[in-house]
């Protein structure tokens, strides 16, 4: 006998997010992300009309194909009957799970031809990421018919764990978004979403045994000027000032547990230990270190790790954690613990000589505590690679956020690891160079960087992938106070990342990628996502010509675009007299202004850049003081190459002196007369990267001989600017001097209490 169901548009609208390419696709073609690791293309298109059916072999595969019918009612305006049936027919688009299918356990089989459309999988799971493909091929003509193109897929995941991230303690987001961005990633064929639910600044979820925690945990006092990691006051009951914050009710937790689960991703919660807890201990003031007399320690947001009761909270909150969430894993964060307190602290000097312990070692004993109380409740430890200190227990799993490079030693270690790298999988990163972009992070992660990173790649011994679970890229919301903003910087680089955790190596393509995500970004608009248009900035890249000594420069958005620009000042407009062909050079200081068009439409924000050829370029330097390692560039000559590093301070363009002020020598080509020096620094404080103190240039003929020539010192209007985020700003020291070969300059880092500041430059501009 045959059961039909009429599966109505009624039932399908919850669906509508998952499919967000399920707008009427004006290009026909094949054009998927992720791409396929196998796919044929064959001759010719199925045909979807009006006596088009679904069949199905199982009543498991009704809902998976409620998707399909979702993408054809609204467009083609006609009923689609579901049949099941265990075999294919004509005219019919036929869905099949089974479990002794040859098929990988996320993978699918897909064959469309003339007749018919018949998707297998081994696992429901299989069957939903093949019907993500299957929507994304179905070409819908405005006259209400549709086309499939004929193809043979036979596709399977590259890694198992493919995720993303979201922090909820900086800034809440609501519940309504906490779903859109699980069918974001389900869209994509992720499959893990990482709820970092705690930090230093917000508990977001009800703790039922400790109502403290989000009475006055998930709540501080409102402060418009500071940023989240700054000054940070937890609002308490009676206070009449304004509170920022929220967070999830159990129930509420349910219900998106159970809606992920449903787009078949698990939901990795994360509750932050032994560090990053700064509001916990508002709540609780004695889990804090003490000193020998029993005074309080200051709150560094660091467990007292010798003080049972914070492993008794700990325990509680986990206890009702892992009712809430049915995930294998639970993440117990672990990074950058501020050990400090434990060497003050008396109960944890003792507990340290008791076991002959040193403070990374206390850390193990605090952590391992955690992953055999997890262990004897059926779940597995995972925490940030810095939990590696000292001796982590071999049972416990790693989340690697550190360089590409330091992930085969992480992986030596022996841990299950999954691939978070900050070198590209931060999303909290600037997506491009332009000074029109959005308040971001300092780090630079655009399109291309990250879609091209092989997320294996530094990795000599191939016996070590097996340690590596999969990727993932996390979301920190230090600059994303909406939901809209968080689109903002996920969209369109979410693609680049499925890809990468999906697709083989050797089956991406930046070419083919670049195509299809231009289609794939306006689909996503068209369906209310907030998708960044970054990467098709016109980004102005200058670099010095080593044989002219000239500026040369190129105009090239990430993305295809035609591209505008004028020399003079003037704002360019569509004008074939002002199109960008190819790069080209300049030996004098212009003002360049560049567009972006796509179908005679400015895409995005003019950019604006004065291109500075100046005296000192490509000339001798010698530096006094060597800048921090990671933030070395290319030595002293990175001041003299024309080459601006924007508002991304972590990009390679800029050297970083920690603690220690510029001391550069410069010899000029020709003694010449000087009107000005300016360094070209940026300031971002959450970093701890101020502007310099003082600035002063001293001129010698000779190379010996060298007197005080001007000098410039920090204002209070410069110190509002260092208060203001991440910002550009070029400090220059008037002069009227002739006649001299030689400048020497120096700049004094300002001094912090109790932490270390940078001082960043990236030119060294002798006018």
């Known amino acids: 006998m045959k059961n039909y169901y009429l599966l109505s548009l009624v039932i399908l609208t919850v669906f509508f997010s998952v499919s967000c390419t399920s707008n009427v696709r004006k290009n026909k073609g094949i054009n998927l992300i992720p791409y396929p690791n196998s796919l044929a293309k064959q001759k010719g298109n199925f045909k979807v009309n009006r006596k088009t059916f679904i069949t199905m072999n199982s009543e498991k595969s009704l809902e998976i194909a409620k998707l399909l019918v979702h993408r054809f009612e609204p467009h083609l305006n006609i009923p689609v009957q579901s049949e099941l049936t265990g075999e294919s027919s004509p005219n ?30 081994s696992s429901e799971n299989g069957l939903f990421y093949g019907m993500q493909t299957l929507l ?78 989000t009475d006055i945990g998930a709540w501080r006092v409102v402060k418009d000027a500071d940023k989240p990691w700054k000054d940070i006051e937890a609002w308490k009951e009676g206070d009449d000032r304004p509170k920022y914050g929220g967070y999830y009710s159990q129930e509420e937790i349910k219900e998106i547990v159970k809606y992920a689960q449903g787009r078949f991703i698990t939901v990795l919660p994360e509750i932050e230990l032994p560090g990053h807890s700064e509001i916990v201990f508002d709540c609780y003031p004695h889990l804090v270190c003490k000193d ?30 892992i009712e809430l969430f049915p995930s294998e894993y639970i993440h117990i964060g672990g990074d950058e613990v501020n050990k400090s307190n434990w060497k003050k602290c008396a109960a944890c000097k003792n507990l340290m000589r008791k076991h002959k312990y040193d403070e990374k070692s206390l850390q193990s004993h605090f952590v391992n505590h955690f992953d055999k109380y997890l262990l004897s409740k059926g779940r597995k430890l995972i925490g940030w690679h810095e939990i590696l200190e000292g001796d982590l227990s071999s049972s416990a799993s ?69 340690n590596v679970l999969g990727v993932q890229a996390n979301v920190w919301t230090e600059h994303m106070k909406t939901p809209e903003k968080v689109e903002y910087m996920i969209f369109p680089r979410i693609f680049a990342l499925a890809e990468n955790a999906w697709t083989k190596e050797e089956n991406k393509s930046w070419e083919r990628f670049r195509t299809t995500v231009d289609e794939f970004i306006a689909d996503y608009q068209k369906a209310g996502a907030n998708c960044s248009m970054s990467a098709y900035r016109p980004i102005i890249s200058t670099k010095l010509d080593t044989l002219t000594k000239m500026l040369e420069v190129r105009i090239e958005p990430e993305l295809e675009a035609e591209v505008y620009y004028t020399l003079d000042g003037s704002e360019p407009t569509i004008e074939k007299e002002h199109l960008y062909t190819e790069p080209f050079l300049l030996d004098s200081t212009k003002v360049l202004k560049a567009i972006s068009v796509k179908n005679a439409k400015v895409l995005t924000e003019m950019e604006t850049e004065r291109l500075i050829v100046h005296k000192a370029r490509a000339c001798e330097i010698d530096l006094k003081n060597q800048p921090y390692s990671k933030y070395a560039g290319k030595g002293g000559m990175t001041l003299l190459d024309l080459e601006r590093g924007g508002k991304i301070w972590g990009n390679g363009k800029w050297l970083g002196f920690l603690n220690k002020d510029l001391d550069a020598s410069i010899k000029l080509n020709t003694a010449t007369n000087i ?20 600035i002063q240039v001293f001129v010698s003929k000779d190379g010996k001989n060298y007197q005080l020539a001007g000098e410039w010192s920090k204002t209070d209007s410069i110190r509002s600017v260092e208060e203001q985020g991440v910002e550009n700003k070029l400090l220059t020291v008037d002069l009227e001097v002739l006649n001299f070969e030689f400048v020497k300059v120096i700049a004094i880092c300002p001094k912090q209490e109790r932490r270390g500041t940078f001082i960043f430059i990236d030119e060294l501009i002798v006018e």
Not at 292 to 320: F, M, T
């Open 292 to 321: 020998s007399r029993g005074k309080s320690l200051k709150n560094i947001g660091v467990y007292c790790a010798a003080n049972k009761e914070s492993y008794q909270l700990l325990e509680d909150v986990l206890d009702e954690v």
């Open 92 to 121: 019919a688009i036929h869905l099949s799970v089974d479990s002794n299918y040859n098929i990988p356990f996320e993978g699918y089989k897909l064959k469309v031809n003339e007749k018919s459309v018949t998707l297998l999988a």
């Open 136 to 213: 994304q091929l179905i070409y819908i003509e405005d006259k209400g018919r549709g086309e499939i193109p004929c193809v043979q897929i036979a596709d399977s995941p590259r890694f198992a764990w493919r995720g993303m991230h979201l922090d909820v303690s900086r800034h809440f987001m609501p519940t309504s978004f906490i779903k859109k961005y699980i069918d974001y990633l389900a869209a994509n064929k992720l499959n893990v979403f990482h709820w970092h639910l705690v930090d230093g600044t917000g508990w977001r979820i009800e703790i039922k045994s400790h109502p403290e925690l």
């Open 675 to 694: 009107k000005s020096v300016s360094l070209s620094c940026i300031t971002d404080k959450g970093a701890s990267i101020l502007f310099p103190e003082s």
């Open 398 to 466: 790693i989340m690697y956020w550190g360089g590409m490079k330091g992930l085969e030693k992480a992986l030596k270690e022996g841990h299950p690891t999954v691939n978070s790298t900050g070198t590209s999988y931060y999303f909290d990163h600037y997506q491009s160079s332009s000074k029109n972009e959005l308040p971001a992070w300092g780090g630079f992660s655009p399109l291309h960087q990250v879609y091209e990173l092989n997320p294996l790649s530094h990795i000599s011994d191939t016996s070590l992938y097996q």
